[in-house]
């Protein structure tokens, strides 16, 4: 079995993704947009983040968020937005042996990619990312079309113009803030995704 070895950095930024089981099945998350932002919330209230980015598709999400000083507990806080969402959703899905023995609702996949920001080219690369992801996938053809996406808050704060994520080639404009990674960033938002 493979040894997988997660980077825990106290008060770190983070870029993650996190998709169903199903990735060819139904739309769950967007059509359980309210569900998954009330879990994401309510985790938030009892172990806080700051989200700094997040875009949700169908059937997998992106975001960019920061752990408060002294914290390195991610983990902790995904599996309790998976549960708060699973448990909210109906349950008519196909269990395997594995997931009845686990007590699973068989609704994510198990693991999640996690990556450290370790810089501003690299935050700004994975901002673009999570904004430009709904038009990779061909579900609009611009990011503005998207609704469950951070990118609108930051159009309306001047950092994204209104008609990027056209192509590939889109950059974040230049008269954005400093990003600071950590506690001290004054950009994380608390808007929903």
């Known amino acids: 079995m493979p040894q997988y070895h ?77 549960a708060r969402f699973s448990r909210g959703v109906p349950s008519d899905q196909r269990l395997s042996a594995s997931h009845r023995k686990r007590g699973e609702r068989a609704i994510w996949q198990r693991r999640y990619w996690e990556h450290m920001i370790r810089d501003e080219v690299d935050w700004e690369n994975h901002m673009n990312y999570v904004h430009f992801n709904p038009v990779k996938h061909g579900l609009v053809r611009a990011a503005h079309e998207w609704p469950y996406s951070t990118f609108h808050k930051f159009v309306e704060r001047g950092w994204y113009q209104k008609d990027w994520g056209v192509s590939e080639s889109c950059r974040i404009i230049a008269n954005k803030p400093s990003h600071r990674m950590g506690k001290h960033n004054p950009r994380a938002i608390s808007a929903r995704p």
């Open 6 to 82: 997660r980077a825990w950095l106290p008060g770190g930024t983070w870029f993650f993704t996190l998709a169903l089981l199903e990735r060819r099945g139904e739309p769950l998350l967007v059509q359980h947009i309210g569900l998954l932002r009330e879990a994401v919330a309510h985790v938030r209230a009892t172990h806080p983040f700051e989200i700094h980015a997040w875009v949700v598709l169908p059937e997998h999400m992106h975001c960019i968020i920061t752990l408060p000083e002294g914290d390195t507990d991610f983990a902790l806080r995904w599996r309790l937005i998976k």
